[in-house]
């Protein structure tokens, strides 16, 4: 295809439906029209750099559900630490993660101490999970102490440890 009829390609645009064609100097495809493209450079003129307003969440729900859960797939040390900061635990240790457990523990669980496939990724019920000795919600902290590894299955059937005294 001869470099005039790629720029002569059109396509519409993702948020308004007009249709675009390339840049012409570069020849590569714009992310949407010139239109919302100063739109977009004009309302990040307008407010802070790095903020997103609350109300591009509700018009995009399903967008930044679906960016949030291959965020979470991608990075599970991350995940942990917002799941157990949403459970209230006050995060001490930001390290502690699956694979950091695994280089301390050597792929036991010390629920039932048997030994974890490393093979075995979220969400299998054999795979490794962070287990809390003294539960979150029964006052335990995330730290290195309190924390060990643990098979998925192991971790949801133990009984919450309740603080003694």
Known sequence: ???RARLAERR????CGQEYGRDRSSGRWHK????????????????????????????NTERHQAYMAQYRKDRPEVAVTAR????GADIIDTDISVKALTARDGWVCGVCTKAI???????SKWCAVIDHRLDIVAGGLHTW?????????????KPVARPTG
């Open 117 to 123: 496939n490393p093979r075995q990724k979220w969400p």
């Open 84 to 87: 157990a900061r949403a459970r």
């Open 12 to 15: 519409p645009c993702p948020d």
């Open 145 to 157: 102490d309190n924390c060990q590894l643990a098979h998925r299955t192991c971790n949801e059937k």
């Open 32 to 59: 949407r029209c010139l239109d919302c493209e100063r739109m977009l450079a004009n309302a990040r003129q307008a407010r802070p750099p790095g903020r997103v307003q609350p109300d591009w969440y509700a018009a």
């Open 1 to 3: 295809m001869s470099r």
